[in-house]
């Protein structure tokens, strides 16, 4: 008789808690935050200003360290990691797509790309490459400079630098949060296609109900713990929980 073992979830927690300073000046940003984000999804999360968004990502992907409790990427434990073996986790096993692009000026579309193999002392893929910027579109845009793009298509060339390493996941610190409504909306369907089509898992911080109605699920935080997670959202049905989380009031 065969056992099938389950796969374990892309990223994992288990009462993780984060405090900020000490003392009386104590800030806890999370209580007691547990869950599964499962492979293949996009998961979005939200919550009022200073719920714990931010913290909630940076404990996640491995940029900052809990205070106690259990992160897993995979099967890897991140807690109690050395910030050397961090930093290399995070170079070969997830991708970030920030606000702000993030992206060298001085260099091409492809060489941009191509980065964090070049940060890795690795070779690039030319024909993954490629492949990755077709399926951002701009495989006509390779030669190009940053500054020579717009704001959407500098963001497609950060999520394709976040895809190239084939991550096990993205995560997004507001991806859209400088783009117009039309733009964001590109990226955001580019984002869902690398789930639908690449079977990516993308965890993304927003603040716009619209954003996060393209996800599979959205984590609400308040106050330092997940207080829903919300299956097939809405733009309607977000807006309207954040209301009665008082982040708009
Ligand atoms: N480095 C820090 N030192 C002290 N307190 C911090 C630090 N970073 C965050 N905090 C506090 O932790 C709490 C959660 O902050 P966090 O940035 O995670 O919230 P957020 O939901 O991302 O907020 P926003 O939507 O405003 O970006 C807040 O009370 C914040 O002031």
């Known amino acids: 008789m065969s056992t099938t073992v389950a796969a374990p979830p892309a990223v994992r927690l288990e009462s993780v808690t984060k405090t900020y300073g000490k003392g009386a000046n104590a800030v806890r940003a999370l209580r007691s935050v547990s869950v599964d984000i499962p492979r293949g ?14 913290t909630f990502l940076h404990c996640a992907a491995g940029l900052d360290h809990p205070t106690s409790g259990s992160v897993r990427l995979g099967d890897t434990e991140l807690a109690g990691m050395s910030e050397t073996a961090l930093t290399k986790l995070r170079r070969t096993r997830v991708g970030f797509v920030f606000q702000s692009f993030n992206l060298v000026p001085a260099l091409t579309v492809t060489e941009n790309v191509t980065l964090p193999f070049r940060l890795a002392g690795q070779k690039a893929d030319k024909e993954w490459t490629a492949e990755v910027l077709r399926r951002v579109g701009l495989e006509q845009r390779a030669g190009h400079r940053p500054s020579e793009l717009s704001g959407g298509q500098q963001q497609r060339v950060a999520v394709a630098r976040a895809l190239v390493t084939r991550p096990e996941v993205v995560f997004g610190d507001e991806p859209t949060g400088a783009l117009d409504t039309v733009t964001a909306k590109e990226i955001l369907n580019l984002l869902r296609a690398t789930v639908d089509a690449m079977g990516q898992t993308v965890v993304m911080v927003t603040h716009d109900p619209v954003a996060a109605s393209y996800a599979d699920t959205v984590l609400f935080l308040a106050d330092g713990d997940i207080v829903e997670a919300m299956s097939s959202p809405t733009a309607d049905k977000v807006a309207e929980r954040m209301t009665h989380l008082g982040a708009w009031s």
């Open 41 to 54: 999804s996009f998961t979005a999360v939200m919550g009022p200003s200073g719920s714990g968004k931010s």
